[in-house]
């Protein structure tokens, strides 16, 4: 039997879940959620969540090895790394129990639908669960189905056996050493955390530096922080072919031109993401797929006028505040039309110590042609406390420089630039930087707030937060 809702959101992860509070809780419409697996996607169980939950307890460790720079005699940490990891599920656990628990989501009329769902026409899908199958009509459909770890074609890798960010948080405690594949913000941060808890920790990265969309100045002040942690960072590197020995699993490649291999009991590969598009049925539906995933417009609409898609899937900035603030303006725009639009100005950070937050093009964009009166001015570097380091960019940028969105900032930490407005002014509309001290639910509240304060609903929050959306950085 077929089931008629305003909304069907497939995927109950960051966007999932933030869209359909939105639409059913904000809204009032008739929504039903589909999910595969479990409630809260990459953000809780593979993402956010355990990754920085993994970096507190290494800032425990590194805090307690330096604690002379607080005064205080240092010690070396007794670390039983299973703890750690206990601790990383305690911390999903809450959260699975409070803020994405499927059934706060009941409570609020969602019918919530368990099982693997494919679109199978522009208004109507087909779930098929443990329970049997089910079909849902609907006026408008939004695809929030994530992304997961791309795998690199390296001969020999697949028969080594390597984690991922979806396995490495599975674990029952850390390898004695880890080789990480790749340079990004997941293997940037993982290596931190890995080699402040005491596991000797390698990078291999492609290219000439790590995290390459960032600020390259502030890349240097991480990196050197990277290597006073402990991390042996090689940079150039090709890698070729995966081996098991007797002495761990061997990575042979090429850095800087010369043959080189690294050992290590574990692999961790996180060379980029694949968006979720598989099984879905959007090729038979007539749905646009590119190669970054769902090909969206603006207003975050597929060329299938019903179909929607946010977050991971449509490719455009790979982040929980994005997707959420994605899915909430596929939503208006259904609802609302042409009330939905995206901007592309969205900040992120790297939640490493010292932080690594972006808001703008990098430097090398902000210069490029068309850029007008250009004017550098170096900042002082942030030296309040002995535990950070880091420095602040303001690119060089138009006559515009209040509000062109090319300005950009490189800021540690990202907490302290939000709450000293320096970023703030500087953005568009819908973005500024924040370490949410709250959960999604404030982050939901947040991004409702502005439709709510249209209709005449009093605004839940204080002036300054309406319509920004947020780094997730949920400190665990
Ligand atoms: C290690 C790591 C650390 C990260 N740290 C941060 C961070 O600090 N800050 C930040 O902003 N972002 C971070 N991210 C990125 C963030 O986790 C993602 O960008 C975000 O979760 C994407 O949300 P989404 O809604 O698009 O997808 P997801 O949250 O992945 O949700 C997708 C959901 O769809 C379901 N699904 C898929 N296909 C189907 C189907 N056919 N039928 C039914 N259900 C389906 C999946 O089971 C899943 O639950 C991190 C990512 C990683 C890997």
Redesign the pocket.
């Known amino acids: 039997m077929a089931h008629r809702h305003d909304l069907v959101v497939?995927?109950?992860?960051?966007?999932?879940m933030v869209a359909a509070e939105f639409a059913a809780g904000t809204l009032g419409l008739q929504v039903a959620v589909?999910?595969?697996?479990?409630?809260?996607?990459?953000?809780l169980w593979?993402?956010?969540v355990?990754?920085?939950a993994l970096l507190a307890s290494a800032r425990a460790a590194h805090v307690m090895r330096h604690a002379d720079r607080y005064g205080i005699r240092p010690v070396e940490p007794d670390i039983d790394s299973s703890m750690v990891w206990k601790r990383i599920r305690t911390v999903q656990q809450e959260i699975a129990s409070t803020d994405d628990d499927p059934a706060r989501f009941s409570a609020m009329g969602i019918d919530v639908v368990r099982?693997?769902?494919?679109v199978t026409g522009p208004h109507s899908v087909a779930?098929t669960g443990a329970d049997g199958s089910r079909d849902l009509e609907a006026r408008f459909i939004l695809l929030?189905?994530?992304?997961r770890?791309a795998i690199p074609a390296i001969g020999g890798l697949e028969q080594a056996g390597f984690l991922t960010?979806e396995s490495v948080f599975e674990l029952d405690r850390a390898p004695g050493s880890i080789t990480m594949i790749g340079g990004g913000?997941?293997a940037v941060?993982?290596a931190q955390a890995f080699a402040r808890l005491g596991v000797r920790t390698t990078v291999l990265q492609k290219g000439p530096r790590i995290l390459p969309r960032d600020e390259p100045e502030l890349v240097e002040v991480l990196t050197r922080r990277l290597i006073d942690d402990g991390v042996d960072l090689r940079l150039n590197v090709e890698t070729e072919s995966v081996a098991v020995t007797a002495q761990g699993k061997v990575v042979a490649g090429v850095e800087n031109g010369t043959a080189s291999s690294w050992t290590s009991e574990q692999l961790l590969v996180a060379t980029g993401?694949r968006p979720?598009v598989e099984?879905?049925g959007l090729e038979e539906v007539g749905v646009d797929l590119g190669p970054r995933g769902v090909e969206v417009d603006r207003r975050m609409r597929t060329n299938v006028s019903s179909i929607y898609a946010?977050?991971?899937?449509a490719g455009r900035f790979?982040?929980?505040?994005?997707?959420g603030y994605e899915?909430v303006r596929a939503v208006r725009d259904m609802f609302f039309p042409g009330k939905g639009t995206v901007t592309d100005f969205v900040p992120?950070?790297t939640?490493t110590d010292p932080e690594l937050a972006h808001a703008g093009a990098a430097r090398p964009r902000a210069l490029g042609p068309g850029a007008g009166r250009q004017r550098q001015r170096r900042i002082r570097r942030h030296r309040d406390s002995q535990e950070v380091e880091g420095g602040r960019r303001p690119h060089p940028c138009s006559r515009r420089r209040g509000d062109d969105p090319r300005a950009g900032a490189g800021d540690r930490p990202a907490a302290r630039a939000e709450r000293r407005g320096r970023l703030r002014p500087r953005l568009p509309d819908g973005v500024h930087v924040h370490r949410p001290a709250g959960s999604r639910g404030r982050l939901r509240r947040r991004q409702a707030l502005p439709l709510a304060g249209a209709q005449g609903a009093p605004p839940a929050l204080s002036p300054p937060d309406a319509s920004r959306h947020h780094?997730?950085?949920r400190r665990a």
Do not use: Q
Not at 10 to 16: D, L, N, T
């Open positions: 497939v995927g109950m992860g960051s966007g999932g589909v999910e595969r697996g479990r409630v809260g996607g990459d953000c593979t993402g956010c355990p990754s920085k099982g693997d769902c494919r779930v929030c189905t994530g992304s770890p960010s913000p997941v941060e993982m993401r979720n099984g879905l946010a977050g991971d899937v790979l982040f929980t505040h994005s997707a899915a992120w950070c939640f780094l997730c950085g």
